[in-house]
């Protein structure tokens, strides 16, 4: 079976500092990893992924993730926070076995002030 | 265009009753999922199609019935609505099985 954590409700953050939003996976063969951003009565929105290859991943709008195999963890990151990416954030998972769900973590309020 | 698109947006109805949430895609995709989120924010997979034939169904009640007449498009029927099934829906599609997913915009249900 397949699970993802994220261990924090809420992250604050002042405006121009780094962000780090967490999330641990489990999943029995090689993972495939989301992060995806939903603002109010929004849809969710795509930032980045991680399949196979270098463990930084570069997405959307300035945001990244490190995939670490030991520590099953693929934490989102930002070096400088803006106002405008408080939102929820999702951390997904899914099996790289064909045909398994993609699961989502609880999500995470990142509330950056100015 | 809009990549993913749901009808409706909104949609309060009372117990009992049989509803229907369209979702069509025109991004070309051959996968295409039904998700729910509580009020918790909680995103639970409910079922997912590729190019037409049911290849994930969770364990939701059988009031909960998906039709695909072809891969872009995937509706999502409810009968006898409780009021348990308040909630946002969201349609997704991906490019195959294992891809990202692109999410409409949600289909709020609220059950009176």
């Known amino acids: 079976a397949q699970s993802v954590a994220q261990p924090e409700d809420q992250v604050n953050v002042a405006e121009g500092n780094p962000l780090t939003v967490k999330c641990t996976y489990s999943?029995?063969?090689?993972?495939?990893l989301f992060w995806y951003v939903q603002y109010p009565n929004r849809g969710l929105q795509f930032l980045l992924k991680?399949?196979?290859?270098?463990?930084l991943v570069k997405g959307s709008y300035g945001f990244e993730a490190e995939f670490n195999k030991s520590q099953t963890s693929f934490h989102l990151k930002k070096p400088s926070a803006l106002v405008s990416d408080s939102a929820l954030y999702f951390c997904?998972?899914?099996?790289?076995?064909?045909?398994?769900?993609?699961?989502f973590g609880k999500g995470t309020t990142l509330s950056v002030s100015s | 265009d809009t990549a993913v698109s749901q009808t409706p947006k909104y949609l309060v109805t009372q117990m009992g009753n049989d509803k229907s949430i369209k979702c069509e895609q025109n991004?070309?995709?051959?996968?295409m999922y039904w998700y729910k989120q509580d009020s918790k924010k909680f995103l639970k997979i409910m079922f997912s199609?590729?190019?037409?034939?049911?290849?994930i169904n969770e364990t939701v009640p059988n009031r909960f019935s998906p039709k695909s007449p072809d891969k872009a498009h995937l509706n999502l029927h409810i009968n006898s609505l409780e009021l348990g099934d308040s909630a946002v829906y969201f349609c997704?599609?991906?490019?195959?099985?294992?891809?990202?997913?692109?999410f409409g915009e949600g289909s709020r249900l609220t059950v009176l």
């Open positions: 997704a599609s991906s490019q195959e099985k294992r891809g990202e997913l692109f």
């Open positions: 999943v029995s063969g090689n993972p495939y």
């Open positions: 991680y399949i196979t290859g270098d463990n």
């Open positions: 997904a998972v899914r099996d790289g076995q064909a045909g398994t769900a993609l699961i």
């Open positions: 991004l070309g995709h051959d996968t």
């Open positions: 199609y590729n190019n037409k034939e049911l290849i």
